[in-house]
T-cell receptor, first 111, second 116 residues
């Protein structure tokens, strides 16, 4: 089992550019979560999917953020246009009750 | 609404001693789960221990134990025989039940530094 795989590990982009973060959950896990971690706000839940269906996106900060899960093995988090305040570490986690496994995260820097 | 509170931003412990990291929670769900994760300086989130709300006994995993006091809504992590490699951020987290859409939310974390 390769665990939850996130790509890229690091991303540096210019303000205004589109950024796409990718996540491959563990096979057999039916839930997927996207989190953002910053010094100021800690770990924030952005959106949560269950069986590929978005269940709760109340944590998505604004319309510039969107997430999709087209199938059980792939999810994306897109920021368009990106802003410097989006700089953070973005974690994907997948879950099969009762546990949660996190990916290694994507460190995003928007300059 | 669910809430997790960790009141200790930072703690020190002497190597080989035990340390307790505090965590309190609030939820209206009758069924929930409590987790502790370790985040070393490398940044990954490492699962340590899990306690279900209906579990009768406190969870233990090696040197980690969870002191679960349901009436007080606390879920403290106890690390016995601290090692230098235990220096890290520690996060308490709670998974709610159906009413909370099974979301996993985190506390603000405690930074533990183990002194040699």
């Amino acid at each position: 089992d390769a665990g939850v795989i996130q790509s890229p590990r690091h991303e540096v982009t210019e303000m205004g550019q589109e950024v796409t973060l990718r996540c491959k959950p563990i096979s057999g896990h039916n839930s997927l979560f996207w989190y953002r971690q910053t010094m100021m706000r800690g770990l924030e839940l952005l959106i949560y999917f269950n069986n590929n269906v978005p269940i709760d996106d109340s944590g998505m900060p604004e319309d510039r953020f969107s997430a999709k899960m087209p199938n059980a093995s792939f999810s994306t988090l897109k920021i368009q246009p990106s802003e410097p305040r989006d700089s953070a570490v973005y974690f994907c986690a997948s879950s099969r009750f009762p546990g949660y496994t996190f990916g290694s995260g994507t460190r995003l820097t928007v300059v | 609404a669910q809430k997790i509170t960790q009141t200790q931003p930072g703690m020190f412990v002497q190597e080989k001693e035990a340390v307790t990291l505090d965590c309190t929670y609030d939820t209206s769900d009758p069924s929930y789960g409590l987790f502790w994760y370790k985040q070393p300086s490398s940044g990954e989130m490492i699962f340590l221990i899990y306690q279900g709300s209906y579990d009768q006994q406190n969870a233990t995993e090696g040197r980690y134990s969870l002191n679960f006091q349901k009436a007080r809504k606390s879920a403290n992590l106890v690390i016995s025989a601290s090692q230098l490699g235990d220096s890290a951020m520690y996060f308490c987290a709670m998974r709610g039940g159906m009413d909370s859409s099974y979301k996993l939310i985190f506390g603000s974390g405690t930074r533990l530094l183990v002194r040699p």
